[in-house]
């Protein structure tokens, strides 16, 4: 029997902060770069899962300095990233799983 798993793992709290680099507005989404705080950067992967002020997403890119998402109309609707502005500080969530490889990896 196969068993999939279509949903994003998080606990809902904040892991740490990021601040929005850059918006792209785009015909069938918004493409959105944040800086990312090193110490949270290998849990961050494309086609991974991250939590962006508490809105689930998954990231299209990791940079050296940070990730980008890209978000659709209704989402940027219906969250409060439709009124984040360039500039302004979010909270970031990492997903759990990354967190248990970790874990599981780690020696010890």
Do not use: C
Not at 31 to 43: A, K
Not at 80 to 88: M, P, Q
Request: proline fraction near 4%.
């Amino acid at each position: 029997m196969k068993v999939r798993l279509i949903a994003h793992l998080f606990h809902r709290h904040v892991d740490g902060t990021a601040v929005i680099v850059e918006r792209t507005p785009g015909d069938r989404w918004e493409t959105v770069r944040f800086s990312l705080p090193q110490e949270l950067g290998r849990y961050v992967v494309e086609k991974g899962s991250i939590t962006v002020d508490g809105v689930s997403l998954t990231v299209a890119a990791v940079h050296d300095d940070g990730f980008q998402v890209a978000v659709i109309p209704h989402t940027l609707a219906v969250t409060t990233l439709g009124a984040r502005v360039s500039g302004a500080r979010v909270n970031l969530e990492v997903d759990l799983v990354a967190r248990y490889v970790e874990r599981i990896l780690a020696p010890g």
